[in-house]
């Protein structure tokens, strides 16, 4: 893994103010997301970092905007910030450094520039977020968010998007990033019934196992039995699309298999763990095993090296 100085150069990153830019962004991400920051450095190739930790971290800082508050509020701050973002992409100045470092991105990355575009337009689902009341509900929330959030990291993964695989190569970001989220959903039950009011799990099928969020903030045995059932069928859900997102690693370049692969297999792991614990997902989340993520970071790590 090359320094972090040595990154920055071999991206052709050399004016101070922006180097320092980048660095408050690296040290923001290494902060709140440890894991995926210590995957990035390790398995993929050295001019992808600046521009994914940009991206990841114009991500986080557009969450924590749009993430507290009345709706009303976080709908002022979502256009507010969608305003400041837009003219910086059109050549502005930016006031931020997550915005100088995401600028300086876009410009190095042309890519990104819709795909912030399609993130912004998406956001409004998150700020008026609330549960969902059927399955269409969820799905459309993947479809204008999550995948449209995804997509802002995989793009940079994926330099040929004009490519005859392009539309496959979105097909299988949309199949992941449904597992991911549907596993998320699962993994933050308790958390979501006893702070946020809602959960992820569609509110027709919560009524179809007898399950309400009441009971969920407060579960019995006999709640925990119920959620068994409704776990695993979630589940299966986030298996099949997992499965199916797995051609991905054979329409990325050589160089950014390795990240992808590892994306694949922890989110394997991830879904394994909410399994075992079903019902207990009531109490609490599901975490996979460290030796088991270790591992594959291990393997995946040396499939880097190889690669390049």
Same mark, same amino acid.
């Given at each position: 893994?090359?320094?972090?100085?040595?990154?920055?150069?071999?991206?052709?990153?050399?004016?101070?103010?922006?180097?320092?830019?980048?660095? /408050?962004?690296?040290?923001?991400?290494?902060?709140?997301?440890?894991?995926? %920051?210590?995957?990035?450095?390790?398995?993929?190739?050295?001019?992808?970092?600046?521009?994914?930790?940009?991206?990841?971290?114009?991500?986080?800082?557009?969450?924590?905007?749009?993430?507290?508050?009345?709706?009303?509020?976080?709908?002022?701050?979502l256009?507010?910030?969608?305003?400041?973002?837009?003219?910086?992409?059109?050549?502005?100045?930016?006031?931020?450094?997550?915005?100088?470092?995401?600028?300086?991105?876009?410009?190095?990355?042309?890519?990104?520039?819709?795909?912030?575009?399609?993130?912004?337009?998406?956001?409004?689902?998150?700020?008026?977020?609330?549960?969902?009341?059927?399955?269409?509900?969820?799905?459309?929330?993947?479809d204008? %968010?999550?995948?449209?959030?995804?997509?802002?990291?995989?793009?940079?993964? /994926? +330099?040929?998007?004009?490519?005859? /695989?392009?539309?496959?190569?979105?097909?299988?970001?949309?199949d992941?990033?449904?597992?991911?989220?549907?596993? @998320?959903?699962?993994?933050?039950?308790?958390? /979501?019934?006893?702070?946020?009011?809602?959960?992820?799990?569609?509110?027709?099928?919560?009524?179809?196992?007898?399950?309400?969020?009441?009971?969920?903030?407060? +579960?019995? @045995?006999?709640?925990?039995?119920?959620?068994?059932?409704?776990?695993?069928?979630?589940a299966?859900?986030?298996?099949l699309?997992?499965?199916?997102?797995?051609?991905?690693?054979?329409?990325?370049?050589?160089?950014?298999? +390795?990240?992808?692969t590892?994306?694949?297999?922890?989110?394997?792991?991830?879904?394994?763990?909410?399994?075992r614990?079903?019902?207990?997902?009531?109490?609490?989340?599901?975490?996979?095993?460290? +030796?088991?993520?270790?591992?594959?970071?291990?393997?995946? %790590?040396?499939?880097?090296?190889?690669?390049?």
């Open positions: 893994m090359p320094t972090w100085n040595g990154t920055l150069r071999q991206a052709g990153i050399t004016e101070p103010d922006l180097q320092d830019a980048y660095g /408050d962004q690296r040290a923001l991400v290494k902060r709140f997301k440890t894991e995926e %920051y210590l995957t990035v450095r390790l398995l993929l190739p050295a001019h992808l970092h600046t521009p994914v930790i940009a991206a990841v971290a114009f991500m986080h800082e557009t969450d924590q905007r749009i993430d507290t508050g009345t709706t009303d509020a976080r709908r002022r701050a256009g507010e910030w969608a305003t400041a973002t837009r003219d910086v992409l059109s050549g502005g100045q930016a006031g931020s450094s997550t915005l100088k470092s995401l600028g300086d991105a876009v410009s190095r990355q042309p890519q990104l520039q819709p795909r912030v575009e399609g993130f912004l337009q998406g956001a409004h689902l998150e700020v008026d977020y609330a549960g969902f009341g059927t399955e269409d509900d969820l799905q459309a929330y993947i204008g %968010y999550s995948l449209p959030a995804f997509m802002l990291l995989a793009c940079l993964l /994926d +330099p040929t998007e004009t490519s005859k /695989d392009a539309d496959a190569f979105e097909r299988s970001c949309r992941l990033i449904e597992a991911m989220q549907r596993v @998320d959903f699962l993994d933050d039950l308790a958390e /979501d019934a006893a702070e946020e009011g809602h959960v992820g799990i569609p509110g027709k099928d919560l009524a179809r196992h007898g399950l309400s969020l009441t009971e969920l903030r407060t +579960p019995t @045995d006999d709640v925990r039995a119920r959620l068994e059932h409704l776990v695993e069928e979630q299966e859900l986030a298996h699309r997992l499965a199916a997102s797995r051609q991905l690693t054979s329409l990325v370049p050589r160089q950014t298999r +390795p990240f992808i590892a994306m694949l297999r922890v989110q394997e792991l991830r879904l394994r763990a909410v399994r614990k079903g019902g207990g997902l009531a109490d609490g989340g599901a975490r996979p095993s460290a +030796p088991g993520l270790l591992a594959v970071l291990a393997r995946q %790590y040396a499939a880097a090296l190889r690669a390049r």
